[in-house]
């Protein structure tokens, strides 16, 4: 790689609070993000750890071309063996601190260890002098906001922070891992929210990161012309591309009416696939009250030209949120038939503050509402349940340690979960190939493993789109690119090669794309994961939805196709994420 000799990895031991920083290793050179997280953790973790023991490995892994001029590059992956799902996770998020990271040299913080008193909070300080462990006693039991707010007057405006917030102190299975966004304000906004690896950071005594890059200029392709005029080329063409406009405009909420028309914007624990509430969920409502309360788009990290996150705010015109995601709006909104999007603001803004997965949240309340003990639309409710898990209440408890734990407490039937973990908003039922992710990738049920939003897709062909859909975000989640740009696995591999300045072909890239995969599945095998987890639950196939009723209805010998690899098609390559 261009800059292979600056290179350096820090290695963290919270058992007595060590710090190396070491060489970054020549055999993961071109490993980066899901990929290098995926490849430590087969090689320095035990497969059956306890997830929240000292056993566990808690990684930060920038993107390939975080802390590049790359537009939209910059996203960081936190890795672990999760709590929620008791196999491999990788989550990622927006924000500086990957590009920060990067730009300091180093390719990876990898987290062992947990201290011996676990009521310490500890943090690390991370800039171009060094790496420290600090106390950070002071700020136990801080919500999100509160901390940044707190540590904006004792670090430098440059500082980027990776942080949880109560839910990760108190070890839940839902608990995100929140990065500052790039306003100066710097929101801890942009979460890594799935699998509940903020519970891990939570579990080695880690209050927050800070990351200070200071001034540090962008990393250095080794062919820094065709670098750059891929970039600019990019850009250009991104910006100027009709196909892609929605995004920026109105960000990912933009989905919802779309959505909903497909039988994808799952209704009260998923018992229909549409709402009644869509048009005052649909974010074009979001967009329409800019103009009266100010808010905007914005671009989470430096150089992201997409800029699809949306920045809401109250009625008095006061920073609310962000980015209210169609995901969100799906999960805390119509799926507990909470029809205003502002209580779902209100919603997203204490799942933040509080670090809790708003998917896997959304679906825990779904079913608490489901099950009767809360109305269905009781926003108020909603609220104060949220709060509860802050306080670490029985209920709260259970809502933090998501779905499955909410079903169990509830004793509740209807729970739409896979390797423990919620369903995201795109339906398996009228989106097949997108079920046969969840039952296959070994993150469980994630639209970001490899969503295929097709509807009525032939059955012989379902497989292969989902392996497909698969490699391609896995080589996304390596080279750190947001899947809004919509990059496909050819233009990837030219941006690698121009950087490195020798010839990364798109296979090679695919390939690596499908190692990654692999060695996924070999570390849940280890753990002891077997045909029986890709299997939907019962719910999915025995309560239908749509006019079509759709019901989950695929052989597992079609599903289990995935394990096998196809023929690398041109399509494989050319295509850009659902
Ligand atoms: S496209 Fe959206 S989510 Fe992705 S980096 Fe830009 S603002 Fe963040």
């Excluded at 090669?497 to 692999?518: I, K, N, P």
Aim: proline letters at 5%; a negative charge.
């Amino acid at each position: 790689m261009n800059s292979s000799s600056a290179d350096r990895m820090i290695r963290i031991d919270m058992n007595d609070q060590s710090v190396k920083i070491e060489p970054f290793p020549e055999a993961w050179e071109l490993l980066a993000g899901r990929a290098l997280s995926a490849r430590i953790l087969l090689e320095e973790c035990d497969p059956t750890c306890n997830p929240l023991g000292p056993d566990n490995v808690f990684i930060l892994a920038p993107g390939f071309l975080a802390g590049t001029s790359a537009p939209t590059s910059g996203r960081i992956s936190v890795g672990a063996k999760s709590p929620l799902t008791g196999g491999i996770k990788e989550a990622n998020a927006g924000g500086n601190s990957g590009q920060d990271l990067m730009k300091l040299g180093f390719r990876v913080v990898i987290v062992r260890g947990e201290p011996a008193d676990s009521e310490r909070r500890y943090a690390i300080d991370i800039d171009a002098e060094g790496v420290r462990i600090i106390p950070a006693d002071e700020h136990r039991g801080k919500w999100n906001y509160a901390l940044i707010d707190d540590l904006k007057e004792t670090y430098s405006a440059n500082a980027s922070f990776v942080s949880i917030g109560p839910a990760g102190e108190q070890r839940l299975s839902g608990a995100s891992v929140a990065c500052t966004d790039k306003e100066q304000e710097r929101h801890p906004a942009r979460h890594a929210g799935r699998g509940g690896l903020g519970a891990v950071m939570g579990s080695k005594g880690i209050k927050y990161f800070a990351i200070d890059a200071g001034k540090l200029p962008t990393r250095k392709p080794a062919d820094a012309k065709a670098f750059t005029a891929m970039s600019k080329q990019y850009t250009k063409e991104f910006i100027s591309g009709p196909g892609l406009e929605p995004f920026p405009k109105w960000g990912t909420s933009v989905i919802v009416s779309e959505a909903n028309s497909i039988d994808t914007f799952p209704y009260k624990n998923r018992t229909a696939g549409s709402s009644p509430d869509v048009e005052t969920l649909d974010g074009m409502r979001i967009v329409e009250s800019f103009e009266k309360r100010g808010g905007r788009m914005h671009a989470c990290m430096t150089g992201c030209v997409v800029k699809c996150s949306n920045m809401v705010n109250d009625s008095k015109g006061n920073y609310k949120t962000s980015a209210l995601e169609f995901e969100t709006l799906t999960l805390l909104g119509s799926n507990c038939a909470i029809a205003s999007w502002e209580d779902v603001a209100d919603l997203d803004r204490l799942c933040d503050e509080i670090g809790v997965d708003t998917i896997e949240t959304g679906a825990a309340i779904g079913i608490y509402m489901d099950s009767g003990d809360l109305e269905w639309g009781d926003a108020e409710g909603a609220k104060r349940v949220l709060r509860e898990i802050a306080e670490g209440t029985e209920i709260g408890r259970a809502l933090g340690n998501g779905a499955a734990a909410t079903g169990r407490k509830q004793k509740h039937h209807r729970v739409g979960v896979l390797k423990g973990q919620a369903f995201p908003a795109w339906d398996p039922r009228p989106l097949k190939a997108a079920g046969v992710t969840y039952c296959t990738s070994a993150m469980g049920a994630d639209h970001t493993a490899g969503l295929v939003v097709e509807p009525g897709q032939p059955i012989e062909e379902i497989a292969q789109a989902s392996q497909e859909a698969q490699i391609l975000n896995t080589v996304l989640d390596a080279v750190g690119f947001c899947q809004f740009l919509m990059p496909n696995i050819e233009e990837m591999s030219q941006f690698y090669s121009h950087f490195l300045g020798e010839e990364v072909t798109r296979e090679a890239l695919a390939d690596q794309g499908w190692q990654c995969m692999q060695e996924e599945w070999q570390f849940n095998s280890l753990a002891g994961f077997g045909p029986e987890d890709d299997e939907m639950p019962d719910c999915m196939k025995q309560d239908a939805i749509g006019d079509a009723k759709f019901v989950w209805d695929i052989p597992q010998e079609i599903v289990k196709r995935v394990y096998e690899r196809f023929e690398p098609r041109d399509e494989l390559f050319q295509q850009r994420p659902a």
